[in-house]
Nanobody, 116 residues
Framework: QVQLVESGGGLVQAGGSLRLSCATS????????MGWYRQAPGKQLERVAR???????NYADSVKGRFTISRDNAKNAVYLQMNSLKPEDTAVYYC??????????WGQGTQVTVSS
């Protein structure tokens, strides 16, 4: 049974930082690309960042230079360091796993609220 559990969301003032974590189980982590998505009220789901098993990353233009995705293959975990947060970063953030052998999995989401 695949499980993705996010943590680290919360309320922060604009300009502040948060670090999201996603603990995984039930997957071969080294054969899985990991990502972070977000959905703001009334908006579509947006991919924020992705990291392959080899460490290749890509980011949405809106977060480049402010957010950093990383993974710890020994701990089967992925992280999203978010700096210089803006009110428009307010959303529910979801951890995503894409198995190279097939299958896409989601966490339950964690709320990030940035006050102005």
């Amino acid at each position: 049974q695949v499980q993705l559990v996010e943590s680290g969301g919360g309320l922060v003032q604009a300009g502040g930082s948060l670090r999201l974590s996603c603990a995984t189980s039930g997957i071969i982590f080294s054969m899985t690309a990991m990502g972070w998505y977000r959905q703001a009220p009334g908006k579509q789901l947006e991919r924020v960042a992705r990291i392959t098993s080899g460490g290749t990353t890509n980011y949405a233009d809106s977060v480049k230079g402010r957010f950093t995705i990383s993974r710890d293959n020994a701990k089967n975990a992925v992280y999203l360091q978010m700096n210089s947060l803006k009110p428009e970063d307010t959303a529910v953030y979801y951890c995503n796993a894409e198995r190279y052998t097939g299958g896409v999995y989601w966490g339950q989401g964690t709320q990030v609220t940035v006050s102005s």
